[in-house]
């Protein structure tokens, strides 16, 4: 099958470099918006019979992105291609994996249905926030990590006497792999969240005193998590001198303010949602895309066998 790469406009930097890997160009693909405000999509690219791989990262504007990706897919199915593999680095609605108080949606079940249900015959996404995302979906999911990209960036850089940092309990099991990567003791932090931008750190487990801490997580939003557990750590005894490591950085709201009050000394990200451009921190990017040019060419010989 022809492997064509395509992108919506939420990362085509992504895309791009994705491209350069496989040594392909971007198949084409105009999206843009009526006035009213729904999007417009064409695919002038032939695809009857094609391996279609669409890059969509669910970064903010994060419904808007979601809609093109279910616009772009139904576009390549009338186009008659032969499968569908939607590349979603970040997906959105992740953290509504479990319904807390009986009261709320399903949402990333109901994301999950809606992209199958627009005709993806396959996922690949990276960092998911849990692994029971990956059993809301239907189809088969190229559940990717970026850890030992990430862990291997810090390896290179960590100080003696540093100590990984889970910033909850929800992420205690990935700060424990990078402990165990880098050969290095974990903490973890209690937080409470009491609103969707606001956080409180009350404790910690683990011994920091005098330790310089790597804090890691799977995305940052607003940064309240972050923020709650450095102070928590600094109060604690912590040097003020903190790594931050998260795949996901959506930096929305006050995200960019509350890190820049920290005494950060930097920021380890992917580019699995683009990085706005300059900030009052240091930023070290650790790029996906040759990890996804990789699966690509797995999932390609896959599909000829
Ligand atoms: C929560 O369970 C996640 O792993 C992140 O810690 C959280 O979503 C980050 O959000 P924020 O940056 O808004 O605190």
Wanted: with cysteine; net charge neutral.
């Amino acid at each position: 099958m022809r492997v064509v790469l395509m992108t919506g406009s939420s990362h085509p930097a992504l895309a791009n470099a994705v491209a350069k890997v496989l040594s392909l160009e971007l198949g084409r693909c105009a999206v843009d918006r009526f006035p009213d405000g729904e999007h417009h999509v064409e695919v002038a690219e032939e695809l009857r019979g094609c391996d279609v791989y669409l890059f969509q990262p669910l970064g903010p504007p994060v419904d808007s992105h979601l809609m093109e990706l279910l616009l772009m897919v139904d576009a390549c199915r009338r186009r008659g291609a032969g499968r569908v593999t939607a590349v979603v680095p970040y997906l959105a609605y992740a953290r509504h994996d479990r319904r807390e108080t009986g009261r709320e949606p399903l949402g990333a079940r109901l994301v999950a249905d809606i992209i199958r249900a627009a005709g993806v015959d396959r996922l690949v996404a990276v960092d998911l926030h849990s692994p029971a995302v990956e059993g809301c979906f239907n189809i088969p999911v190229e559940h990717l990590s970026a850890m030992p990209l990430l862990a291997d960036h810090l390896s290179r850089t960590a100080v003696p006497g540093s100590v990984v940092v889970s910033p909850d309990l929800g992420a205690v099991k990935r700060a424990e792999r990078y402990a165990a990567e880098l050969q290095l003791p974990v903490a973890v932090v209690h937080k409470r969240r009491t609103s969707g931008s606001q956080v409180q750190a009350r404790s910690i487990t683990g011994d920091v005193k005098g330790c310089t801490p790597i804090l890691v997580d799977d995305m940052i939003s607003t940064a309240g998590t972050i923020e709650a557990a450095v102070n928590v750590l600094l109060e604690a005894g912590c040097k003020p001198e903190v790594t931050v490591v998260a795949t996901h950085s959506l930096l929305v709201g006050p995200a960019i303010d509350r890190l820049g009050r920290l005494p950060l000394r930097r920021l380890i990200t992917t580019d699995s949602v683009p990085m706005i451009g300059r900030l009052p921190f240091q930023v070290e990017v650790v790029s996906l895309a040759p990890l996804l040019g990789r699966t690509i060419e797995l999932l390609r010989l896959g599909a000829q066998g």
